[in-house]
C-alpha cells in the first residue's frame, strides 16, 4: 500500500476548509439552519410570475405549508432577484387564508437567502407586516386577489409614480 504524501493531504484538507469559510462567508444563513435556529422552505414552485402583463424572470415563488411552531399554513414567499423595480423589500409573504400580502421585518442575508436555489429563512424573520400598516408596511392595499391557481396583486413601482400589476399563475 502506497503512503500518501502528507503534504498534499494537508494541502487539500486546507483548500476544503478555506471553500467552506467563503461559503459560509456568503451564506450566514447556513450556520443558523446547522444549529437549528433556521429552515429550509425548499425550492421555487412552478410558477409563472407576470408584471404588467410581461414575465418576469426576477420573482422566484416558494410555498410553506407549515410555521414555525409546526402548525398548518398556507403562504407563498416571493423572493425577488437584484436588481428589482419595486419599491419594495426582496420579500414578500402572501398569505392564502388571511389574504393578505406581508412585509417582513429582516430581509438580510441571516434573515433570508437562496442558497443553490432553495430558500431559508431563520427564526428572526418570522414577523411579516400587512402592507397596509402604516408604520411597518408600506400603507396602501395591494389588492390581493387569491382565486384558485392565480395570485393578483399590486406593488409600487421604481420607474413611476404608478402602480405595478403582479399576476402569478401557479402550475402546482
Avoid at 61 to 66: A, C, L, Q
Avoid at 130 to 142: L, M, T
Avoid at 148 to 161: M, Y
Wanted: hydrophobic share 40%; with cysteine; charged share 25%.
Amino acid at each position: 500500500m502506497k503512503r500518501r504524501n502528507p503534504k498534499i493531504v494537508t494541502a487539500i484538507c486546507l483548500l476544503v476548509l478555506v471553500l467552506l469559510m467563503i461559503f459560509v462567508y456568503r451564506h450566514p444563513i447556513i450556520i443558523k439552519w446547522m444549529t437549528g435556529s433556521a429552515r429550509m422552505i425548499g425550492r421555487p414552485v412552478r410558477a409563472t410570475v407576470f408584471a404588467d402583463e410581461h414575465i418576469d424572470k426576477t420573482i422566484r415563488v416558494f410555498h410553506s405549508d407549515k410555521n414555525w411552531d409546526d402548525s398548518k399554513a398556507d403562504c407563498y414567499i416571493l423572493y425577488i432577484l437584484s436588481p428589482y423595480a419595486y419599491r419594495t423589500k426582496h420579500i414578500i409573504s402572501l398569505e392564502v387564508v388571511d389574504k393578505y400580502a406581508g412585509v417582513p421585518s429582516l430581509t438580510d442575508k441571516n434573515s433570508f437567502d437562496l442558497v443553490f436555489g432553495a430558500l431559508f429563512q431563520s427564526e428572526t424573520a418570522t414577523q411579516f407586516s400587512d402592507f397596509k400598516d402604516e408604520e411597518n408596511g408600506y400603507g396602501f392595499d395591494p389588492h390581493l386577489d387569491i382565486s384558485g391557481k392565480t395570485i393578483r396583486f399590486t406593488l409600487p413601482s421604481k420607474q413611476g409614480p404608478g402602480l405595478c400589476s403582479i399576476r402569478i399563475d401557479l402550475s402546482e
